[in-house]
């Protein structure tokens, strides 16, 4: 299992972090990635990729902060993405929800980042909330085809319009608690375009609502995932990771994923492969 979507260098991980790692390892989570909100975070999501093999980072500013970003922060973004470890841009969107920032300005910060993903050839993280529309919209007019729609909340249409655009759809805790619509949505995705992740710390799965989340706990938002799958696709074979790395044009192991962007990418795919096996 790999947990596509983490924040490990929040406070809430200061004095535990290794017996977190220890146990999302001992509950068979192979890979983490760990996302990046804001700066600090970004910049502790690197380096901790850097000394911990199986962990890797995205970068970006999220909406709420869209008012940091400036073009030195867009190039200390890009800087950080240098790092072989470095598989995506993000967390980045809109959030018409909280609005911490005004809209015009997180739709700014939005497009910029999605900008410096294209020119890296980096997929998305996509945060949306409450913003739908027009997160599908700024999407389709940037013409991206590769990233992520993170915690996924929207209907059956906006997922068939990411799909269409290229992307995956990923699910999280509140697919344990909330998961009526979630239902319904998952007959009609594709399994290959679902991925999971904790989101954590924040959004704790059944049976851990409520507390503190972590990577381990993403084995309950893949068992749900599984369990609504009304009828299990004919055709799936799994994809061990074993079939991928087989490929000439990709890497023989994790360990060698080096800068090169369509190795990335590869690295990006790879937690998809995770969810299959
Ligand atoms: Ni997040």
Known sequence: ??????????????????????????????????????????EAGVHLAEKCPDIYAAVGIHPHDATTLNLDALGRLEELASSPKVVAIGEIGLDFYRDL?????????????????????????????DAHQ???????????????????????NLARQGIELGLYISFAGPITFNGKKAEEILGH????????????????????????????????????VRSRKSTPSPNRTPAPSSAFLNRPA??????????VATNRLYAFLWWHCGFLV
Do not use: W
């Not at 991925?195 to 989340?213: F, I, M, Q, S």
């Open 101 to 129: 920032s005004p809209r015009r300005t997180q739709e700014d910060a939005f497009r910029l980042q999605i900008g410096l993903a294209k020119d890296l050839e980096l997929p998305i993280i996509v945060h949306d909330r």
């Open 1 to 42: 299992m790999i947990d596509s979507h983490a924040h490990l260098t929040v406070k809430a991980y200061r004095r535990d972090l290794e017996a977190v790692l220890a146990r999302a390892g001992a509950g068979g989570v192979t890979s983490i990635l760990t996302v990046g909100f804001d700066m600090a975070s970004s």
């Open 250 to 259: 990709r890497p023989p192991s994790r360990s060698v994923v080096t800068p």
């Open 134 to 156: 027009r997160t599908v919209q700024v999407l389709r007019e940037e013409s991206v085809s590769c990233g992520v729609l993170h915690c996924f909340s929207g209907d059956l």
């Open 189 to 224: 995705i594709p399994d290959e375009r679902i991925l999971v992740e904790t989101d954590c710390p924040y959004l704790a799965p059944v049976p851990n609502r409520g507390k503190r989340n972590e990577p381990a706990y993403v084995r309950y938002v893949l068992e749900r």
